[in-house]
């Protein structure tokens, strides 16, 4: 089974305190949930709403990997695959997925601090339609540049 988790903005007219503005969303008002879904059967396993300061998580969490081993925790310890956004990817979040006996696969934000000076700077090194592939103990980055000005970062933990 391979899952994928996300955020869905589910439209309301209802007033309450985790009612969330989202400007990009065809439906602007809603309530935000997390949610994990079965690829292969496209149906939601498993997810909860976004409650803002009432469901933080520690602090020593960032809240893209909270987010993503909540809901994951009940499908994990069976060599699964995980596939995220770049809101959630992160090599942290690789990591513990990988003691679990999970993968993670994911496009990665190009600003995360954990990543290397290799991948900050290849963004004027690279030719258009070019690719590096940076390897570490358990994950791999792949950097692939199909336009001029653009760039995709892309962090896979399957060996």
Same mark, same amino acid.
């Given at each position: 089974m391979n899952l994928t988790?996300? @955020?869905?903005?589910?439209?309301?007219?209802?007033?309450?305190?985790?009612?969330?503005?989202?400007? !990009?969303?065809p439906d602007k008002f809603g309530i935000k949930f997390w949610l994990a879904s079965d690829t292969?059967?496209?149906y939601i396993i498993n997810g909860f709403p976004y409650l803002e300061k009432e469901e933080?998580?520690?602090? !020593?969490?960032?809240? %893209?990997?909270?987010?993503? +081993?909540?809901?994951? @925790?009940p499908f994990t310890r069976c060599w699964r695959h995980v596939t995220t956004d770049n809101f959630f990817t992160s090599a942290s979040l690789a990591t513990k997925l990988?003691?679990?006996?999970?993968?993670?696969? %994911?496009?990665?934000?190009n600003n995360r601090r954990e990543l290397p000076e290799l991948v900050k700077s290849a963004k004027d090194e690279l030719e258009r339609f070019s690719t590096i592939?940076?390897? !570490?103990?358990?994950?791999? +980055?792949t950097i692939y540049k199909s336009k001029p000005t653009?760039?995709?970062?892309?962090? !896979?933990s399957k060996q």
């Amino acid at each position: 089974m391979n899952l994928t988790v996300d @955020e869905q903005l589910f439209s309301t007219i209802v007033r309450c305190k985790f009612t969330q503005y989202v400007s !990009s969303k065809p439906d602007k008002f809603g309530i935000k949930f997390w949610l994990a879904s079965d690829t292969n059967n496209k149906y939601i396993i498993n997810g909860f709403p976004y409650l803002e300061k009432e469901e933080t998580p520690p602090s !020593s969490i960032p809240l %893209g990997v909270f987010v993503v +081993l909540i809901p994951v @925790e009940p499908f994990t310890r069976c060599w699964r695959h995980v596939t995220t956004d770049n809101f959630f990817t992160s090599a942290s979040l690789a990591t513990k997925l990988l003691v679990k006996r999970t993968t993670l696969f %994911g496009t990665i934000r190009n600003n995360r601090r954990e990543l290397p000076e290799l991948v900050k700077s290849a963004k004027d090194e690279l030719e258009r339609f070019s690719t590096i592939l940076h390897k !570490s103990s358990n994950c791999t +980055l792949t950097i692939y540049k199909s336009k001029p000005t653009k760039k995709v970062t892309i962090l !896979s933990s399957k060996q």
